[in-house]
């Protein structure tokens, strides 16, 4: 298994899982200097297309979406960052729409204690000044959400970075369903225990959200 193959079933299950329609791209890192992303097509026919090789730094090849800039961006400023989904899961974009980011109030939650930071701004991030901005306020975060947008989620691998866009998903998820109601979000310790970077809970995550390839 590859880095190109971990990029198409991460891309394919985005998909499968609701977490994009027809937009979205996921990358991983090469090297130092490069990345590869999935094309301009709807990530259900990624594998289809071959992925497009970008530079960290410099133009966009052709066959790179715009906003492939945040995930240059993000490779510079995040040496520790190895793989990024950019998704508009219905949840996520709902909670964003009132200026609101998901707080850690489950165990899934708990990934982006005490919440994501929510770039602000309607209009898609296409320029390079603007992801840079993006990549600033994401800063050691694994999220950042994108108001009225969707999100960008990151990792060490993009399985890792698949593994957060659904967490977060499903911390959107249960953000709306509590309302306006009272809640308690995890305390910095709780969230910091309950958060485990432990190898076997990304696996068996990666398993679940590639359940329908592998049948």
């Known amino acids: 298994m590859t880095y190109l193959d971990d990029v198409v079933l991460a891309a394919r299950a985005l998909a ?16 130092a200097a490069t ?20 530079p960290v730094a410099g133009e966009l090849p052709a066959g790179a979406l715009p906003e492939v800039r945040i995930h240059q961006a993000i490779y510079r400023a ?13 949840h996520v974009i709902a909670l964003s729409a009132l200026r609101r980011t998901p707080r850690a109030l489950h165990g899934l939650g708990a990934y982006f204690a005490p919440q994501p930071p929510l770039w602000d701004d309607p209009l898609l991030v296409r320029d390079p000044d603007r992801a840079a901005a993006v990549a600033a306020m994401l800063a050691g975060a694994r999220a950042i959400v994108l108001r009225g947008n969707g999100a960008v989620t990151v990792g060490p691998t993009v399985r890792e970075a698949a593994c957060h866009a659904f967490f977060l998903e499903d911390a959107a998820r249960v953000e709306l369903a509590i309302g306006d109601r009272d ?21 068996r995550m990666w398993e679940f959200l590639l359940a329908e390839e592998t049948r």
Do not use: K
């Not at 995040?78 to 219905?90: A, M, N, T």
């Not at 305390?187 to 190898?199: F, K, L």
């Open 35 to 54: 990345f590869t992303v999935t094309p301009a097509h709807p990530l259900v026919h990624a594998g289809e297309t071959p992925l497009v090789t970008c």
């Open 16 to 31: 499968r899982h609701g977490l994009v329609h027809a937009y979205g791209h996921a990358s991983a890192r090469l090297d």
């Open 183 to 203: 809640a308690v979000p995890y305390t910095s310790d709780q969230a910091a225990q309950r958060a485990t970077a432990d190898a076997s809970l990304y696996a």
């Open 78 to 90: 995040r040496p520790d960052v190895g793989g990024i989904c950019r998704f508009q899961s219905p």
